[in-house]
DNA sequence: CCTACCGATCGGTAGG
DNA sequence: CCTACCGATCGGTAGG
Protein backbone atom coordinates (compact mmCIF):
# COMPACT_ATOMS: atom_id res chain seq x y z
CA UNK A 1 0.00 0.00 0.00
CA UNK A 2 1.63 3.47 -1.11
CA UNK A 3 1.35 6.61 1.22
CA UNK A 4 -1.05 8.23 -0.69
CA UNK A 5 -3.65 5.32 0.28
CA UNK A 6 -2.69 5.24 3.70
CA UNK A 7 -3.26 8.85 4.06
CA UNK A 8 -6.30 8.44 2.36
CA UNK A 9 -7.93 6.22 4.99
CA UNK A 10 -6.20 8.66 7.45
CA UNK A 11 -3.98 5.92 9.24
CA UNK A 12 -0.72 7.07 10.69
CA UNK A 13 1.32 7.69 7.79
CA UNK A 14 4.85 9.31 9.82
CA UNK A 15 3.80 9.83 13.54
CA UNK A 16 6.87 9.38 15.73
CA UNK A 17 6.05 6.03 15.62
CA UNK A 18 6.82 5.17 12.13
CA UNK A 19 10.39 4.44 11.01
CA UNK A 20 9.38 7.68 8.28
CA UNK A 21 7.84 9.69 11.12
CA UNK A 22 11.35 9.29 13.24
CA UNK A 23 13.55 9.67 9.61
CA UNK A 24 11.54 13.32 9.28
CA UNK A 25 12.11 14.00 13.05
CA UNK A 26 15.83 13.17 12.59
CA UNK A 27 16.26 15.32 8.94
CA UNK A 28 14.35 18.15 10.77
CA UNK A 29 16.60 19.07 13.41
CA UNK A 30 19.85 18.69 11.29
CA UNK A 31 18.26 20.83 8.32
CA UNK A 32 17.56 23.28 11.21
CA UNK A 33 20.86 23.29 12.62
CA UNK A 34 22.98 22.86 9.53
CA UNK A 35 20.78 24.56 6.80
CA UNK A 36 19.69 22.70 3.17
CA UNK A 37 23.58 22.70 2.09
CA UNK A 38 25.01 22.01 5.29
CA UNK A 39 23.26 18.71 5.75
CA UNK A 40 23.91 15.30 3.56
CA UNK A 41 22.00 12.42 2.73
CA UNK A 42 24.93 10.82 5.11
CA UNK A 43 24.42 12.62 8.13
CA UNK A 44 20.81 12.43 8.12
CA UNK A 45 21.18 8.69 7.82
CA UNK A 46 24.07 8.51 10.24
CA UNK A 47 21.93 10.00 12.84
CA UNK A 48 19.44 7.55 11.92
CA UNK A 49 21.57 5.04 12.73
CA UNK A 50 22.01 3.92 8.66
CA UNK A 51 23.55 4.38 5.65
CA UNK A 52 22.69 7.49 3.35
CA UNK A 53 21.61 5.37 0.43
CA UNK A 54 18.68 2.99 2.94
CA UNK A 55 17.01 6.46 3.44
CA UNK A 56 15.55 6.09 0.26
CA UNK A 57 13.22 3.81 0.55
CA UNK A 58 11.14 5.94 3.07
CA UNK A 59 11.96 9.34 0.70
CA UNK A 60 12.09 10.10 -3.31
CA UNK A 61 14.57 12.72 -2.72
CA UNK A 62 16.40 14.89 -0.84
CA UNK A 63 15.00 18.07 -2.42
CA UNK A 64 11.11 16.46 -1.83
CA UNK A 65 12.06 15.71 2.21
CA UNK A 66 13.16 19.48 2.54
CA UNK A 67 9.62 20.58 1.19
CA UNK A 68 7.73 18.19 3.08
CA UNK A 69 9.38 19.10 6.26
CA UNK A 70 9.17 22.87 5.29
CA UNK A 71 5.17 22.35 4.19
CA UNK A 72 4.90 19.84 7.91
CA UNK A 73 6.56 23.14 9.28
CA UNK A 74 4.38 25.70 8.41
CA UNK A 75 1.34 24.04 8.59
CA UNK A 76 1.68 23.46 12.31
CA UNK A 77 2.99 27.10 12.89
CA UNK A 78 -0.56 28.08 11.09
CA UNK A 79 -2.49 26.10 13.39
CA UNK A 80 -0.81 27.32 16.23
CA UNK A 81 -0.72 31.39 15.26
CA UNK A 82 -4.67 30.92 14.32
CA UNK A 83 -5.64 29.47 17.51
CA UNK A 84 -3.78 32.26 19.32
CA UNK A 85 -5.25 34.78 17.61
CA UNK A 86 -8.98 33.25 18.03
CA UNK A 87 -8.59 33.66 21.43
CA UNK A 88 -7.93 37.32 21.33
CA UNK A 89 -10.37 40.46 20.22
CA UNK A 90 -8.47 43.41 20.05
CA UNK A 91 -6.52 43.79 17.28
CA UNK A 92 -3.73 44.65 19.20
CA UNK A 93 -4.13 41.59 21.51
CA UNK A 94 -4.56 39.57 18.27
CA UNK A 95 -0.76 40.80 16.84
CA UNK A 96 0.99 40.03 19.99
CA UNK A 97 -0.73 36.64 20.28
CA UNK A 98 0.05 35.97 16.69
CA UNK A 99 4.43 37.29 17.50
CA UNK A 100 4.19 34.70 20.42
CA UNK A 101 2.59 32.02 18.95
CA UNK A 102 5.24 32.65 15.68
CA UNK A 103 8.24 32.64 17.80
CA UNK A 104 7.65 29.85 20.29
CA UNK A 105 7.44 27.84 17.56
CA UNK A 106 10.42 29.20 15.66
CA UNK A 107 13.01 29.86 18.91
CA UNK A 108 12.04 26.34 20.78
CA UNK A 109 15.45 24.34 20.53
CA UNK A 110 13.51 21.00 20.20
CA UNK A 111 11.20 22.35 17.65
CA UNK A 112 11.04 19.80 14.84
CA UNK A 113 8.25 21.75 13.27
CA UNK A 114 10.28 24.83 12.23
CA UNK A 115 13.26 24.19 9.99
CA UNK A 116 14.51 27.13 8.26
CA UNK A 117 12.57 29.26 6.64
CA UNK A 118 15.46 31.71 5.75
CA UNK A 119 17.51 29.10 2.98
CA UNK A 120 15.64 30.44 0.07
CA UNK A 121 18.93 30.92 -1.21
CA UNK A 122 21.11 28.17 -0.97
CA UNK A 123 18.15 25.87 -2.00
CA UNK A 124 17.54 23.92 -5.78
CA UNK A 125 15.58 26.42 -8.21
CA UNK A 126 13.00 23.68 -8.15
CA UNK A 127 12.63 23.58 -3.90
CA UNK A 128 12.76 27.19 -3.45
CA UNK A 129 9.82 28.15 -6.09
CA UNK A 130 7.68 25.35 -3.77
CA UNK A 131 8.54 27.13 -0.42
CA UNK A 132 8.12 30.38 -1.40
CA UNK A 133 4.71 29.59 -2.69
CA UNK A 134 4.04 28.16 0.57
CA UNK A 135 5.31 30.60 2.99
CA UNK A 136 3.26 33.52 0.56
CA UNK A 137 -0.16 31.29 1.83
CA UNK A 138 1.54 31.37 5.29
CA UNK A 139 1.72 35.47 5.45
CA UNK A 140 -1.47 35.66 4.39
CA UNK A 141 -2.52 34.97 8.02
CA UNK A 142 -0.62 38.02 8.63
CA UNK A 143 -1.67 39.82 6.14
CA UNK A 144 -5.37 39.73 8.03
CA UNK A 145 -4.06 40.80 11.05
CA UNK A 146 -2.54 43.54 10.14
CA UNK A 147 -5.69 44.48 7.92
CA UNK A 148 -7.49 44.68 10.90
CA UNK A 149 -5.06 47.25 12.89
CA UNK A 150 -6.28 50.60 13.76
CA UNK A 151 -3.32 52.00 12.13
CA UNK A 152 -2.82 56.02 10.98
CA UNK A 153 -3.31 56.50 7.50
CA UNK A 154 -0.45 57.75 6.82
CA UNK A 155 1.42 54.09 7.39
CA UNK A 156 2.33 52.00 4.41
CA UNK A 157 0.77 48.88 5.77
CA UNK A 158 2.54 46.63 3.38
CA UNK A 159 6.07 47.65 4.85
CA UNK A 160 4.59 47.39 7.82
CA UNK A 161 3.85 44.00 7.18
CA UNK A 162 7.18 43.05 5.62
CA UNK A 163 8.78 44.80 8.17
CA UNK A 164 7.06 42.83 11.06
CA UNK A 165 7.63 39.58 9.23
CA UNK A 166 11.31 40.04 8.80
CA UNK A 167 11.46 41.32 12.23
CA UNK A 168 9.83 38.15 13.57
CA UNK A 169 12.29 36.02 11.42
CA UNK A 170 15.13 37.41 12.20
CA UNK A 171 14.72 36.68 15.70
CA UNK A 172 15.88 33.11 15.55
CA UNK A 173 19.58 34.84 14.36
CA UNK A 174 20.50 36.11 17.23
CA UNK A 175 18.27 34.41 20.21
CA UNK A 176 19.86 31.91 22.61
CA UNK A 177 17.46 30.59 25.13
CA UNK A 178 18.01 31.90 28.67
CA UNK A 179 17.52 35.62 29.96
CA UNK A 180 14.33 36.36 27.59
CA UNK A 181 11.43 33.97 26.81
CA UNK A 182 10.03 34.27 23.13
CA UNK A 183 6.92 36.44 24.85
CA UNK A 184 9.05 38.45 26.19
CA UNK A 185 10.29 39.43 22.87
CA UNK A 186 6.74 38.98 21.30
CA UNK A 187 5.85 41.92 23.90
CA UNK A 188 8.52 44.07 22.80
CA UNK A 189 7.53 43.57 19.13
CA UNK A 190 4.22 44.37 19.40
CA UNK A 191 5.01 47.66 21.65
CA UNK A 192 6.98 48.30 19.24
CA UNK A 193 4.67 48.33 16.06
CA UNK A 194 1.85 49.33 18.16
CA UNK A 195 1.16 52.93 16.62
CA UNK A 196 -2.14 54.64 16.80
CA UNK B 1 56.97 42.22 -3.56
CA UNK B 2 54.44 40.56 -1.10
CA UNK B 3 51.19 42.21 -0.92
CA UNK B 4 52.20 43.27 2.96
CA UNK B 5 55.13 45.07 1.53
CA UNK B 6 52.87 46.83 -0.73
CA UNK B 7 50.32 47.61 2.02
CA UNK B 8 53.08 48.71 4.14
CA UNK B 9 54.28 51.64 1.54
CA UNK B 10 50.69 52.55 0.75
CA UNK B 11 49.98 51.81 -2.69
CA UNK B 12 47.09 50.09 -4.55
CA UNK B 13 47.10 46.88 -3.90
CA UNK B 14 43.88 45.59 -5.05
CA UNK B 15 41.80 48.82 -6.01
CA UNK B 16 39.55 48.32 -9.33
CA UNK B 17 42.87 48.82 -11.26
CA UNK B 18 44.65 45.69 -10.06
CA UNK B 19 43.63 42.46 -11.45
CA UNK B 20 43.67 41.26 -7.73
CA UNK B 21 41.13 44.23 -7.02
CA UNK B 22 38.92 42.48 -10.37
CA UNK B 23 39.00 39.34 -8.98
CA UNK B 24 37.48 40.73 -5.50
CA UNK B 25 35.06 42.72 -6.97
CA UNK B 26 34.04 39.55 -8.95
CA UNK B 27 34.04 37.73 -5.98
CA UNK B 28 32.15 39.73 -3.67
CA UNK B 29 29.20 40.37 -6.57
CA UNK B 30 28.73 36.25 -6.20
CA UNK B 31 29.04 35.27 -2.64
CA UNK B 32 26.31 38.34 -2.35
CA UNK B 33 24.02 36.79 -4.43
CA UNK B 34 24.72 33.39 -4.24
CA UNK B 35 26.10 32.62 -0.67
CA UNK B 36 29.49 31.14 0.46
CA UNK B 37 28.74 27.62 -0.52
CA UNK B 38 26.93 28.36 -3.52
CA UNK B 39 29.42 29.97 -5.48
CA UNK B 40 32.42 27.71 -6.08
CA UNK B 41 36.08 28.64 -6.94
CA UNK B 42 35.54 27.90 -10.39
CA UNK B 43 31.66 30.08 -10.83
CA UNK B 44 34.29 32.42 -9.48
CA UNK B 45 36.91 31.49 -12.17
CA UNK B 46 34.63 32.20 -14.89
CA UNK B 47 33.16 35.18 -13.95
CA UNK B 48 36.56 36.25 -14.48
CA UNK B 49 37.55 34.45 -17.80
CA UNK B 50 39.94 31.90 -16.09
CA UNK B 51 40.09 28.94 -14.98
CA UNK B 52 39.11 28.00 -10.68
CA UNK B 53 42.66 27.24 -10.12
CA UNK B 54 44.31 30.38 -11.53
CA UNK B 55 42.63 32.23 -8.56
CA UNK B 56 45.24 31.11 -5.98
CA UNK B 57 47.53 32.82 -7.83
CA UNK B 58 45.75 36.07 -6.14
CA UNK B 59 44.22 34.32 -2.92
CA UNK B 60 45.42 31.84 -0.16
CA UNK B 61 42.04 29.90 -0.13
CA UNK B 62 38.48 30.35 -0.46
CA UNK B 63 37.81 30.62 3.45
CA UNK B 64 40.90 33.65 3.58
CA UNK B 65 38.99 35.31 0.39
CA UNK B 66 35.63 35.28 1.83
CA UNK B 67 36.79 37.12 5.39
CA UNK B 68 38.89 39.68 3.29
CA UNK B 69 35.87 40.54 2.14
CA UNK B 70 33.66 40.48 4.41
CA UNK B 71 36.30 42.90 7.17
CA UNK B 72 36.27 45.31 3.91
CA UNK B 73 32.99 45.62 3.34
CA UNK B 74 31.98 46.33 7.12
CA UNK B 75 34.75 48.16 7.20
CA UNK B 76 32.95 50.29 4.06
CA UNK B 77 29.76 50.39 5.88
CA UNK B 78 31.27 51.59 9.51
CA UNK B 79 32.83 54.16 7.43
CA UNK B 80 29.78 55.94 5.62
CA UNK B 81 27.54 54.92 9.00
CA UNK B 82 30.02 57.04 11.28
CA UNK B 83 29.90 59.82 8.73
CA UNK B 84 25.60 59.93 9.01
CA UNK B 85 25.84 60.26 12.22
CA UNK B 86 28.44 62.92 12.85
CA UNK B 87 26.09 64.90 10.41
CA UNK B 88 23.34 64.84 12.90
CA UNK B 89 22.97 66.25 16.44
CA UNK B 90 19.99 64.88 17.76
CA UNK B 91 19.90 61.04 18.65
CA UNK B 92 17.05 60.09 17.11
CA UNK B 93 17.99 61.66 14.30
CA UNK B 94 21.35 59.87 14.16
CA UNK B 95 19.46 56.87 14.77
CA UNK B 96 17.59 57.63 11.42
CA UNK B 97 20.86 58.53 9.69
CA UNK B 98 22.31 54.98 10.34
CA UNK B 99 19.58 52.91 9.51
CA UNK B 100 19.60 54.92 6.46
CA UNK B 101 23.37 54.80 5.75
CA UNK B 102 23.23 51.01 6.54
CA UNK B 103 20.54 50.38 4.17
CA UNK B 104 22.05 52.43 1.12
CA UNK B 105 24.54 49.84 1.67
CA UNK B 106 22.89 46.89 1.99
CA UNK B 107 20.76 46.95 -0.74
CA UNK B 108 22.41 48.55 -3.26
CA UNK B 109 21.92 45.92 -5.94
CA UNK B 110 25.72 46.64 -7.35
CA UNK B 111 27.15 47.38 -4.20
CA UNK B 112 30.21 45.02 -3.35
CA UNK B 113 30.48 46.23 -0.20
CA UNK B 114 28.29 44.22 1.62
CA UNK B 115 28.11 40.44 1.08
CA UNK B 116 26.28 38.32 3.05
CA UNK B 117 25.93 39.67 6.45
CA UNK B 118 23.47 36.94 7.45
CA UNK B 119 25.41 33.43 5.97
CA UNK B 120 27.24 32.49 9.14
CA UNK B 121 25.50 29.41 9.25
CA UNK B 122 26.81 28.22 6.30
CA UNK B 123 30.46 28.86 6.72
CA UNK B 124 33.51 26.59 7.62
CA UNK B 125 33.68 26.81 11.77
CA UNK B 126 37.19 28.80 11.65
CA UNK B 127 35.20 31.28 9.20
CA UNK B 128 32.90 32.30 11.28
CA UNK B 129 34.76 32.51 14.10
CA UNK B 130 36.74 35.56 12.47
CA UNK B 131 33.21 36.93 10.99
CA UNK B 132 31.04 36.99 14.36
CA UNK B 133 33.93 38.81 15.73
CA UNK B 134 34.56 41.34 13.31
CA UNK B 135 30.66 41.77 13.12
CA UNK B 136 30.33 42.75 17.00
CA UNK B 137 32.49 45.26 16.58
CA UNK B 138 30.81 46.85 13.99
CA UNK B 139 27.74 46.51 16.19
CA UNK B 140 29.40 48.78 18.68
CA UNK B 141 28.42 51.55 16.82
CA UNK B 142 24.84 50.95 16.97
CA UNK B 143 25.21 50.15 20.66
CA UNK B 144 26.70 53.81 21.05
CA UNK B 145 23.57 55.06 19.22
CA UNK B 146 21.38 53.07 21.36
CA UNK B 147 22.84 54.48 24.37
CA UNK B 148 22.39 57.55 23.53
CA UNK B 149 18.48 57.78 23.00
CA UNK B 150 15.96 59.01 25.25
CA UNK B 151 14.61 55.87 26.03
CA UNK B 152 11.17 54.96 28.83
CA UNK B 153 13.83 53.24 32.01
CA UNK B 154 11.61 50.49 31.42
CA UNK B 155 12.98 49.94 27.77
CA UNK B 156 15.36 46.63 27.88
CA UNK B 157 18.06 48.68 25.44
CA UNK B 158 19.88 45.52 24.88
CA UNK B 159 17.05 43.69 23.32
CA UNK B 160 16.11 46.78 21.37
CA UNK B 161 19.49 46.69 20.14
CA UNK B 162 19.05 43.02 18.93
CA UNK B 163 16.06 43.54 17.52
CA UNK B 164 16.92 46.60 15.47
CA UNK B 165 20.00 45.17 14.10
CA UNK B 166 18.02 42.37 12.77
CA UNK B 167 15.36 44.42 11.55
CA UNK B 168 17.81 46.03 9.42
CA UNK B 169 19.82 42.74 8.27
CA UNK B 170 16.43 41.26 7.46
CA UNK B 171 15.18 43.93 5.04
CA UNK B 172 17.58 42.66 2.28
CA UNK B 173 15.50 39.18 2.14
CA UNK B 174 12.32 40.65 0.65
CA UNK B 175 13.69 44.04 -0.53
CA UNK B 176 13.14 44.71 -4.33
CA UNK B 177 14.30 47.78 -5.60
CA UNK B 178 11.44 49.86 -7.23
CA UNK B 179 8.20 51.28 -5.39
CA UNK B 180 10.66 52.30 -2.21
CA UNK B 181 14.06 53.91 -1.50
CA UNK B 182 16.78 52.54 1.44
CA UNK B 183 15.68 55.83 2.87
CA UNK B 184 11.95 55.10 2.65
CA UNK B 185 12.57 51.99 5.05
CA UNK B 186 14.91 53.59 7.26
CA UNK B 187 12.24 56.72 7.78
CA UNK B 188 9.42 53.49 8.22
CA UNK B 189 12.25 51.69 10.86
CA UNK B 190 13.00 54.21 12.61
CA UNK B 191 9.86 55.66 13.00
CA UNK B 192 9.00 52.42 14.84
CA UNK B 193 11.67 52.52 17.15
CA UNK B 194 11.10 55.77 18.09
CA UNK B 195 9.87 55.73 21.27
CA UNK B 196 9.60 58.55 24.37
C1' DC C 1 47.36 31.74 -16.38
C1' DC C 2 46.72 26.69 -18.15
C1' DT C 3 47.03 21.51 -18.06
C1' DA C 4 46.24 17.85 -15.58
C1' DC C 5 45.45 16.04 -11.68
C1' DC C 6 44.52 14.78 -6.26
C1' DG C 7 41.41 13.12 -2.53
C1' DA C 8 37.02 14.08 -0.62
C1' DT C 9 32.25 14.44 -0.80
C1' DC C 10 27.86 14.79 -2.88
C1' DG C 11 22.88 12.82 -4.38
C1' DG C 12 21.35 8.83 -6.00
C1' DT C 13 20.84 3.77 -7.82
C1' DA C 14 21.04 -1.54 -8.83
C1' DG C 15 20.78 -5.65 -6.89
C1' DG C 16 20.40 -8.39 -3.25
C1' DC D 1 18.75 -2.07 5.15
C1' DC D 2 23.63 -3.05 3.09
C1' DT D 3 27.27 -3.52 -0.57
C1' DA D 4 29.18 -1.46 -4.09
C1' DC D 5 29.08 1.64 -7.15
C1' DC D 6 27.90 5.91 -10.68
C1' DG D 7 28.86 10.61 -12.46
C1' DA D 8 29.36 15.21 -10.85
C1' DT D 9 31.46 18.63 -8.26
C1' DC D 10 34.28 20.51 -4.76
C1' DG D 11 38.83 23.11 -2.86
C1' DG D 12 43.30 22.92 -3.90
C1' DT D 13 48.13 21.81 -6.00
C1' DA D 14 52.44 20.70 -9.05
C1' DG D 15 54.70 21.98 -12.82
C1' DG D 16 55.19 24.58 -16.55
Known amino acids: MSRTDAQAKGEDTDGAGTRRGQILAIAAQLFARKGYRGTSMRDIGE ?11 HIKSK ?17 RIAAAVAAQDDPWAQLEAACGALLE ?3 DPDSLTMPMMNDFREVPDAVRVALV ?3 DRFEQLF ?6 LPLPAKIDRSLYR ?4 SQLNSVADWYRPGRLTPRDIAAQIAHLYRHD
Do not use: C, W
Open 143 to 148: RAIVAA
Open 63 to 79: DALFVELHHAALDGAEA
Open 162 to 165: NLLL
Open 105 to 107: VQL
Open 47 to 57: AAGVLGGSLYH
Open 133 to 135: ERR
